[in-house]
């Protein structure tokens, strides 16, 4: 097995709705921010290559939407998804699976594209088979008033109409040496995949630990629909963690690529902050 970190882009958002009832007070002080409080968020992808199977989970934001639309995410490093896979020696072709977390539009806008006509949305990866779960495909067609503006029909629907996405509805394992487990407090069948390499479990933590810093109970986005259920999630979640000796691996933390855990007296928090090759090196 190969795993690949692949960054399509980087974004900024308010600092305030990443850290929701945490302060800037705090939260500034172990996060940097600029004038308009708006902190650094990557949009970090992973490729694992069984060597049959080349899974891709996530695939950021696109390039669908307006350039108005992007403004509003100060979007920078921003190489696109198909120059990100090909400096790591892949093409779109070479993928056949897509694990998408959830249907928000950071997660999913580069899962499809634009056609020739500039109207109809086509796959980005022409052999492979999506997959989300059942829960966040209802949520993405009836979506809430809170999650309403995270959802574009354009980015997913058309997969579905086309047989291509597979939809899970319940913990699973997708293939050898990846579990999938479904977590609602950020949004309704969140998937988070856990990779088993070589005995190290490395979780691909999307929004349900967005950062080091969303590690600690309390620090829960404000985007999420049900922060007293992620609080619940994470408490069970970090204790198994600890115990099985975990890596995380954050999509949007751009500082950090991976850590590992420990008990502390003020509860579970990072330990030790690792690049993904290092985690690879150490167990090869």
Not at 15 to 32: F, L, N, T
Not at 83 to 98: F, M
Not at 223 to 228: A, G, H, I, M, R
Request: charge should be negative; hydrophobic fraction near 35%; glycine fraction near 6%.
């Amino acid at each position: 097995m190969k795993l690949h970190s692949i960054i399509p882009e980087n974004f900024k958002l308010d600092g305030g709705a990443c850290y929701g009832v945490v302060p800037k007070s705090i939260w500034s002080k172990h996060v940097p921010c600029d004038e308009n409080n708006l902190v650094n968020l990557s949009s970090r992808c992973l490729l694992v290559d069984t060597g049959g199977r080349k899974i891709l989970i996530d695939t950021g934001l696109g390039d669908k939407q307006s350039q108005k639309y992007y403004s509003y995410f100060y979007l920078f490093d921003r190489i696109g998804l198909d120059k990100a896979l090909q400096q790591k020696g892949y093409s779109p072709e070479d993928i056949t699976d897509v694990i998408l977390t959830h249907l928000h539009f950071d997660h999913v806008g580069g899962a499809v594209k634009w056609g020739a006509d500039e109207q109809s949305p086509v796959p980005v990866f022409p052999n492979a088979t999506y997959y989300c779960s059942g829960a966040q495909w209802e949520t993405a067609n009836n979506p809430n008033p809170r999650e309403k503006a995270s959802y574009f029909p354009e980015n997913f629907k058309s997969l579905y109409e086309e047989g291509r996405l597979e939809l899970i509805h319940e913990n699973t394992t997708f293939c050898k040496g990846i579990d999938l487990e479904l977590k609602h407090g950020h949004t309704a069948g969140q998937i988070i995949p856990i990779v088993d390499y070589k005995g190290q479990k490395i979780v691909f933590t999307a929004d349900f630990i967005s950062s080091v810093l969303n590690i600690p109970l309390a620090y829960v986005p404000s985007y999420d629909v049900d922060p007293v259920k992620t609080m619940e999630e994470k408490e069970e979640f970090l204790q198994r963690a600890v115990q099985q000796d975990y890596i995380l691996f954050f999509e949007h933390d751009y500082y950090t690529e991976c850590c590992t855990l420990e008990e502390t007296p003020k509860g579970v928090r990072a330990k030790e902050s690792l690049s993904l090759q290092d985690v690879l090196e150490k167990h090869s």
